[in-house]
């Protein structure tokens, strides 16, 4: 799963902070990667861990101009773990793996700057 980054947008309206808390974002580590050549835009088809109770999930990220899929193997990303899936072509993606845009609107992958336990959730 992934959406169109917007560089330079203005702030979003202000949410209450139950709204925040109904956004589940977890840390995982990605256990598999693959290119995604059925995709309209650039992607790879990730597996992510999110331990227990959520299990490995799938997501489909447009990461492609920064990461190769053999260098994202046990590399830790933090994604959205409660939107409902996703058909990108022929794949079903699971998780809205997060991110954020370079000076040329590229992804960035949202990450802890040190090792956490999989299903950590973001607060």
């Not at 992934?2 to 203005?10: D, F, I, S, V």
């Not at 990461?63 to 193997?73: F, S, V």
């Not at 996703?86 to 699971?94: A, D, V, Y």
């Given at each position: 799963?992934?959406?169109?980054?917007?560089?330079?947008?203005?702030p979003a309206p202000e949410i209450e902070f139950d709204q925040f808390l109904a956004v589940d974002i977890r840390i995982g580590t990605i256990i598999a990667a693959e290119d995604?050549?059925?995709a309209r835009k650039p992607a790879i088809k990730l597996r992510i861990d999110f331990g227990d109770p959520i299990g490995v999930r799938k997501s489909?990220?447009?990461?492609?101009?920064?990461?190769?899929?053999?260098?994202?193997?046990g590399r830790q990303v933090a994604a959205v773990v409660n939107f409902p899936p996703?058909?990108?072509?022929?794949?079903?993606?699971?998780?809205?793996?997060?991110?954020?845009?370079?000076g040329d609107?590229?992804?960035v992958l949202f990450a802890p700057d040190q090792p956490v336990a999989n299903g950590s959730r973001i607060f």
């Open positions: 799963m992934h959406l169109t980054p917007e560089k330079g947008a203005p995604f050549p059925e489909s990220a447009q990461i492609t101009r920064h990461y190769e899929p053999e260098t994202l193997i996703r058909q990108i072509g022929p794949f079903m993606s699971e998780v809205l793996t997060l991110g954020v845009p370079d609107g590229e992804v």
